[in-house]
């Protein structure tokens, strides 16, 4: 099986100079980057699809949804999708600012999900975790695959507690399991350590063959924040930064079979 998480980044493109002060980008059409985008995953063939980032109806894709767009254009019928900001909480006012109350984060899949949850993580403005989960049939047997999508708060205070409450969230859950999204551990891999002593799962960066794995910023990464963890039972044969600009962030790819 194959799977691809991406910061899409509202696919309002590139701006090297202005990227993080302009203001028009959020109202920006962003109808031929999402093609572009589509276009470029369709020939990769994911069978699960994370996407972080993505415009749930908004005047930059004619109030149409961009997860959507993704689903028909990929042929990944099923959706898991919410927008990200908790409707309790300090952060609440973002539920009814236009334009960004439809900031979402979305988890595509070409076979049926099941048992989908949105929770919060209990802190930051960046706090959504989208758990569901596959039934993978294996030589005459059915195995449960949990995935959960997270986009991670920029600050570390609030990192620490969300990556200790996702830990918790995993050691809840019993059956194979891959974790994957922008984690925002812009102070290195140290910032993983307790989840994945505390919770048996592997950085499938571990996997890499290449040495240069940063994903962020896209055109000269420096950083890796964008991550998949893995419980031991998903062998993971392949992994790769792709080596596109149609983001701030590049996507990261894994090719796994479960045991």
């Known amino acids: 099986m194959r799977l691809i998480t991406y910061n899409v980044e509202y696919c309002s493109g590139i701006n090297r100079r202005l990227k993080y002060i302009e203001i028009q980008k959020y109202f920006k059409l962003v109808k031929k980057i999402l093609e572009k985008i589509s276009d470029y995953i369709k020939t990769l063939n994911p069978d699960i ?11 930059r894709f ?17 959706i898991a999708a919410k ?3 908790a409707r ?12 960004i109350r439809k900031n ?46 997270v986009h991670l708060s920029l600050r570390r205070k609030t990192r620490i507690i969300q990556l200790r409450e996702l830990t918790q969230l995993l050691n809840a859950c019993d059956g194979s399991k891959i974790v994957f999204g922008d984690f925002n551990i812009f102070k290195g891999l140290l910032e ?26 896209s055109w000269k990464p420096k950083r890796h924040v964008d991550h998949i963890l893995v419980s031991p039972d998903v062998k993971v044969k392949n992994y790769e930064v792709l080596d596109v600009n149609f983001s701030d962030h590049l996507p990261v790819m894994i090719d796994f079979e479960l045991e």
């Open 49 to 59: 699809l994370g996407l972080m980032e993505i415009d749930a109806g908004t005047v």
């Open 62 to 78: 004619r109030k149409m949804s961009s997860t959507k767009a993704f689903s028909k254009n990929l042929e990944m019928h099923y």
């Open 83 to 85: 927008t990200k900001y």
């Open 88 to 99: 309790k909480s300090i952060y609440k006012v973002l539920n009814y600012t236009p334009i």
């Open 104 to 149: 979402a984060n979305a988890i595509l899949s070409k076979q049926p999900l099941f048992d989908t949850r949105y929770i919060s993580f209990s802190k930051g403005v960046k706090r959504l975790v989208i758990q569901t989960k596959l039934k993978v049939a294996i030589e005459g047997s059915v195995v449960e695959l949990y995935l959960f999508a």
């Open 192 to 217: 993983l350590d307790y989840l994945l002593d505390n919770s048996n799962m592997i950085n499938a960066l571990d996997f890499a063959k290449e040495k240069n794995v940063n994903t962020f910023p």
